[in-house]
């Protein structure tokens, strides 16, 4: 796993934006996979700004979603299928038969999972992940104790996810299920670029950096991967032992 800390949030953002473009100026027709939540905002703002400037061509590209909060309509401004169209889709000009995203609205979980695996699998898996941290440690909804070698999969949602969840939602919603691309297929990502800034972050980074390597804490599994790059802001590389900010 690579470390890469950087002076501020907007600093970070260009960087991980960079690297996207990179992916894709590498392979054109590479399957890319996001995530939601405040960290990746500004990677994507920059994105799609790195893309227009550059002129990149991003037709061929495939682009899937990590998660999907079950029961909550696209139109919703907290869904992640909002979320994507908002900040990159749309932007972008991405054509809608370059996405898939999670139904959640399905009415048939097991199929909706399997629908999943099958779009990953039959594009040689993920070329590059997106990722946060939840406060919970958890990538994607692959909550605390996930075992390791989860496909795509329905789970319920930990406490503190629903908690921290009700900051996305301008109105009172029950979340209670997620679905998610799963750990095998986090491990198995050609690159897996997890993101993380802001003071609040620094006991997550602090753990999963310093702390024991377990599903327990699923954002320390970053340092089994093959191709793991974490990059932070100062701020939640605050509490990091091995980080000296001078
Ligand atoms: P955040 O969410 O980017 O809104 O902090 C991260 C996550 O839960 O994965």
Request: aromatic share 8%.
């Amino acid at each position: 796993m690579e470390l890469k800390v950087f002076d501020n949030y907007g600093g970070l953002s260009v960087a991980a934006a960079e690297m996207i473009m990179d992916c894709i100026k590498d392979k054109p027709d590479a399957l890319l996979c996001f995530a939601t939540g405040d960290t990746p905002k500004l990677t994507y703002q920059e994105l799609a700004a790195g893309i227009k400037r550059e002129g990149t061509d991003i037709s061929k590209c495939f682009f899937i979603g990590l998660d999907e909060w079950l029961g909550i309509p696209p139109h919703n401004n907290g869904s992640c299928h909002y979320f994507l169209h908002h900040y990159l889709f749309s932007p972008m000009g991405i054509s809608p038969r370059q996405v898939h995203l999670f139904d959640a609205m399905t009415t048939n979980e097991e199929d909706e999972c399997k629908r999943m695996n099958s779009i990953i699998s039959k594009r040689g898996g993920i070329d590059l992940m997106v990722v946060g941290i939840g406060m919970n440690g958890h990538i994607g909804f692959n909550e605390p104790g996930t075992a390791i070698d989860a496909a795509v999969h329905v789970t319920p949602l930990d406490e503190m996810t629903k908690n921290v969840g009700k900051k996305y939602f301008t109105e009172e919603v029950t979340i209670n299920k997620g679905i998610t691309v799963g750990l095998k297929q986090v491990m198995q990502a050609k690159t897996l670029l997890m993101i993380a800034n802001g003071k609040k972050k620094a006991p997550v980074i602090k753990k999963a950096i310093e702390g024991e390597i377990s599903t327990d804490f699923p954002a320390a599994l970053i340092r089994k991967h093959h191709n793991g790059i974490l990059m932070v802001d100062s701020e939640a590389a605050s509490e990091l032992k091995t980080y000296f900010n001078d």
